[in-house]
């Protein structure tokens, strides 16, 4: 059932969607960037910053969670 929907959601989407959403606002910082510097130093505690910490990084971690059920799936290389 995951391989399922990680499957329906193509590259072509979900790859400029994180890049987007990892990057904007352009200036000063991207969010995700402020919000993981929050988190590092334990101020990340107001739930609109937790709110945009999973928004922006949130297709990231669809990115990475795909690359995963990718790799897993193709069968190892044999030499």
């Known amino acids: 059932m995951i391989r399922k929907f990680?499957?329906?959601i193509p590259w072509t989407f979900l790859l400029p969607v994180a890049i987007l959403l990892a990057l904007t606002p352009f200036k000063p910082e991207p969010h995700l960037v402020?919000?993981?510097?929050?988190?590092?130093?334990?101020?990340?505690?107001?739930?609109?910053d937790i709110f945009d910490l999973f928004m922006h990084g949130g297709p990231l971690?669809?990115?990475?969670?795909?690359?995963?059920?990718?790799?897993k799936k193709t069968?190892?290389?044999?030499?």
């Not at 971690?61 to 790799?71: P, T």
């Open 6 to 8: 990680f499957n329906a």
């Open 34 to 48: 402020e919000k993981l510097r929050m988190l590092a130093n334990g101020l990340l505690t107001r739930p609109v």
């Open 61 to 71: 971690l669809l990115v990475f969670a795909k690359c995963l059920l990718v790799r």
């Open 75 to 79: 069968p190892a290389n044999e030499s």
